[in-house]
């Protein structure tokens, strides 16, 4: 089992920006893949960004040239640098973990862009 928690959401001006964290804790020797997805109101949750455990990272075109995911072994955390923020990035932010067998999610984190 592998738990995840996140932190760092909030409220933020339209081109500000943000740092959302996500620990990992449990079996994290089983983790293949460690990434951010949002989910806004009336919309389905979508990938955000991605790290596999063999170091690979993968944008939405979305966020490509604003957000950048980045982890600290050490600290099994991964980190997802949020520049530029736009009203349209305005969601909850899950972090997920991804294993053989199942995902993992967290509780969410709100991040709301005002104009």
């Known amino acids: 089992q592998v738990q995840v928690v996140e932190s760092g959401g909030g409220l933020v001006q339209a081109g500000g920006f943000l740092r959302l964290s996500c620990a990992a804790s449990?079996?994290?020797?089983?983790?293949?893949?460690m990434g951010w997805y949002r989910q806004a109101p009336g919309k389905e949750r979508e990938l955000v960004a991605s790290?596999?455990?063999?170091?690979?990272?993968n944008y939405a075109s979305s966020v490509k040239d604003r957000f950048a995911i980045s982890k600290d072994n050490a600290k099994n955390t991964v980190y997802l640098q949020m520049n530029g923020l736009k009203p349209e990035d305005t969601a909850v932010y899950y972090c997920?973990?991804?294993?053989?067998?199942?995902?993992?999610w967290g509780q969410g984190t709100q991040v709301t862009v005002s104009s």
């Open positions: 997920n973990a991804r294993d053989f067998n199942k995902n993992y």
């Open positions: 449990g079996s994290i020797f089983s983790i293949l893949v």
């Open positions: 790290f596999t455990r063999a170091g690979s990272t």
